[in-house]
């Protein structure tokens, strides 16, 4: 594997593993505790992680065709621990074999994410980004759930 995607791999790997750790933390309840309208619960937010990571890196850079309900992954309940943690592992080994594809000139070439067009070292990073800005939000909605539990 490339370096530079191999350090992109790395930080996957520790952002899936922030995740896990902290879903292993909570209740049932608090995994489908949204704080807010129009906000995500922690089982919504693992299950977008693990759809967009397999989109964008499948669909976007490898240029495979994956069927992907976007809109389900916001809508994803009753979802326990083991399965949000299996998800995540599924998604990062997906990671993992589709980077290990990407060879020197692979970096530069063009792909269409929706209506933008990306350099696919572009779009690695900005897949790193996506998950980290997601597990942040897990972090800070485990914070609320936890407050609001113990209130």
Do not use: C
């Not at 930080?11 to 949204?34: F, H, N, R, S, V």
């Not at 020197?104 to 350099?119: F, G, K, N, S, W």
């Amino acid at each position: 594997m490339l370096p530079e995607l191999a350090t992109a791999l790395t930080e996957l790997d520790d952002l899936i593993d922030q995740a896990k750790q902290i879903i292993q933390t909570m209740d049932p309840a608090g995994l489908d505790y949204a704080p807010g309208a129009e906000m995500n619960s922690i089982g919504a937010i693992a299950t977008h992680i693990a759809g967009s990571l397999k989109w964008y890196l499948g669909e976007v850079i490898a240029q495979r065709d994956m069927r992907r309900d976007r809109d389900a992954e916001f809508r994803a309940r009753g979802k326990d621990a083991r399965t949000l943690a299996q998800m995540l592992d599924e998604a990062r080994e997906f990671a993992r074999e589709i980077l290990e594809t990407i060879t020197p000139a692979m970096l530069d070439e063009t792909r269409q994410a929706r209506t933008r067009t990306v350099i696919v070292r572009q779009g690695v990073m900005h897949i790193v980004a996506h998950t980290a800005q997601h597990v942040g939000q897990i972090e800070i909605t485990a914070q609320l759930w936890k407050m609001k539990r113990d209130a």
